[in-house]
């Protein structure tokens, strides 16, 4: 484990990369093992004498662990910043909030980037096919090393929101309180196609040489940049876009070609051309599988409330938003009603906004109010209020 020191006007943080030995693999749904296994964390606040204050925060498909600090690449802010601080729904004074890079990843944690140690070069599509709960398993790894033996919350977004379902299907003894905002209990075929055009995109880009582009000095930059564009349309809605671009120009008049003539074209070449400096191509690949994989009904007979029969003492809150055409309510109000049949507690909530999916990653009042309520609650029910 090696200790970062804080930056200038960030809140303190600490972490690092927990590297954890060869007789320690992570093994995988698939049947392979990843040994060593390396999990890139960062954490904010500390852990009290009684470890029970510690608050995971799992990311959604293109996050990382850089929670609330800047971006050692971009230079942006911490993705969930908004939501990280004093005085803010998690509050380092008072959790001590960790953050992982999932398995898959390209920001530390083990993933196709990775060195093979069988082979001394980069895994490329070597490195096995991974789920979320190989995920949330190594999540567990982490967690266990660091000696804490139930989190005070799960919270996640999005795949985060994925990944704590699954932290409640497969570790509910090790844990009080979990928050799943903007996700579903299984990718819908509509997902699965978005995801497909943007693995294609990637895989028919010349420089991607069959995934082994690192060991060419390669990179698909363009099939990466055009799999996020058409991934980032899913996070907005329509009304988002109408509101924020509409059909005005990027100039006076028609280019009569094919520049970006609209607004709404130059944004999204924007996005795709900013993606492809932080994330990797392959890692893209292998998450992307790995949510069209999840099906957390399927992991348990079909019977969607089956997988929280073990969770009846873990207190939920589901929150979802109104424009929010990617994983809509209904897929929320499906989660609550297989935790209601399995005899847990869970509140939800529909948040009204026109911002569709991302919403959870910009400032909604409502949101705040309702994980700052939620979470002092849960603090209270836990005497650590």
Known sequence: MTAQAPISGEIERSGGTWRFAANQPLRLDSGATLAPLEVAYETYGALNAQKTNAVLVCHALTGDQH????????????????????????????????????????????????TDPRSGAAYGLTFPVITIADMVRAQAMLIEAMGIETLFAAVGGSMGGMQVLQWAADYPEKLFSAVCIAAAARHSAQNIAFHEVGRQAIMADPNWCGGAYLAAGLRPDKGLAVAR?????????????????????????LSWGFDADFQVESYLRHQGASFVDRFDANSYLYITRALDY????????????????????????????????????????????????????????????????????????????????????????????
Not at 307 to 312: D, E, G, I, L, V
Request: aromatic fraction near 10%; charge should be neutral; include cysteine.
């Open 294 to 385: 999840f099906d957390l009904a399927g992991q348990h007979g079909g019977v969607l409330a089956n997988a929280f029969q073990r969770a009846r003492h873990v207190k939920f809150c589901v929150l979802s938003f109104s424009s929010d055409w990617l994983y809509p309510t209904s897929e929320s109000r499906d989660v609550v009603r297989a935790l209601n049949g399995a005899g847990c507690r869970a509140s939800f909530a529909e948040i009204e906004t026109d911002k569709g999916h991302d919403a959870f990653f910009l400032d909604d009042p409502q949101l705040h109010q309702t994980l700052h309520g939620f979470l002092a609650a849960q603090a209270q029910a836990r005497g650590l209020a």
């Open 67 to 114: 929670l609330a600090s800047n971006h050692p690449i971009t230079g942006k802010p911490g993705w969930w910043d908004l939501y990280v601080g004093p005085g803010r729904p998690l509050d380092p004074a008072r959790h001590f909030i960790i953050c992982t890079n999932v398995v898959g990843g390209c920001m530390g944690t083990t993933g196709p980037a990775s």
């Open 229 to 253: 564009m058409a991934a980032h349309i899913t996070y907005l809605s329509e009304s988002a876009l109408q509101r924020k671009f509409g059909r005005e120009l990027q100039r006076d008049g």
